[in-house]
């Protein structure tokens, strides 16, 4: 699952200040709701499903800040966290 608020971002957009988020679900109904809120407020967001992470094509580093947004099970998302803190330095929340 992969869904994105813009489809004609380019690199320029962040450089002129665009924010950009990548958002980490487990839950199909959040992540379009994440990617329509934050897009309405001209916040790029990028979904990718917590078992994309790992053949996710997205460069995590050139994200601004990274959602976990997780429902289930709290030892998951605290895996997910570990896991992304070793990839990255980019803040989580």
């Given at each position: 699952m992969e869904y994105s608020s813009t489809s004609h971002q380019t690199?320029?957009?962040?450089?002129?200040g665009r924010a950009r988020v990548l958002i980490l679900t487990d839950?199909?109904?959040a992540s379009r709701a994440w990617?329509?809120?934050l897009g309405r407020y001209d916040i790029e967001a990028k979904?990718?499903?917590y078992d994309g992470l790992a053949t996710a094509s997205t460069k995590i580093g050139s994200f601004?800040?990274?959602l976990v947004d997780h429902y289930d099970d709290p030892d998951s998302a605290l895996?997910?966290?570990?896991r992304l803190?070793?990839?990255t330095q980019q803040?989580?929340?």
């Amino acid at each position: 699952m992969e869904y994105s608020s813009t489809s004609h971002q380019t690199h320029a957009d962040s450089v002129l200040g665009r924010a950009r988020v990548l958002i980490l679900t487990d839950d199909a109904d959040a992540s379009r709701a994440w990617t329509f809120v934050l897009g309405r407020y001209d916040i790029e967001a990028k979904v990718i499903a917590y078992d994309g992470l790992a053949t996710a094509s997205t460069k995590i580093g050139s994200f601004h800040e990274i959602l976990v947004d997780h429902y289930d099970d709290p030892d998951s998302a605290l895996q997910i966290c570990r896991r992304l803190r070793d990839m990255t330095q980019q803040p989580l929340l």
